[in-house]
């Protein structure tokens, strides 16, 4: 069993069964529950959003957002996360 600080979690992706937890300075983790059961670990707060239905973010480690549909973001970890076109005025709103 790992344990993690909030602010270590850069963002979550759902990969089928599973998923996949990126982490500051390049680490990552696979956990065998889903992304809803993951998400439903995590304690109520404005730090964490879900911006697609495979993606669960830090919106602290957000570094660039680029416009076109729903948009993509660039993470702290250089990774990039799909904005869902159904999410892009809520997480604008979180981030401007």
């Given at each position: 069993m790992?344990?993690?600080?909030?602010?270590?979690?850069?963002?979550?992706?759902?990969?089928?069964?599973?998923?996949r937890?990126f982490?500051t300075n390049?680490?990552?983790e696979?956990?065998?529950?889903?992304?809803?059961?993951?998400?439903?670990l995590?304690?109520e707060?404005?730090?964490?959003?879900?911006?697609?239905?495979s993606?669960?973010?830090?919106?602290n480690?957000?570094?660039?957002?680029?416009?076109?549909?729903?948009?993509?973001?660039?993470?702290?970890?250089?990774?990039?996360?799909?904005?869902s076109?159904?999410?892009?005025?809520?997480?604008?709103?979180?981030?401007?």
């Amino acid at each position: 069993m790992s344990f993690y600080e909030l602010n270590e979690i850069v963002f979550i992706k759902a990969e089928g069964s599973y998923t996949r937890i990126f982490l500051t300075n390049n680490r990552m983790e696979m956990i065998s529950k889903n992304l809803k059961e993951t998400i439903s670990l995590f304690p109520e707060n404005e730090v964490f959003f879900r911006v697609h239905n495979s993606y669960y973010i830090n919106l602290n480690h957000i570094s660039k957002y680029y416009k076109h549909q729903g948009g993509t973001l660039i993470m702290s970890n250089n990774e990039s996360v799909n904005i869902s076109r159904h999410k892009k005025t809520e997480i604008l709103k979180k981030i401007l």
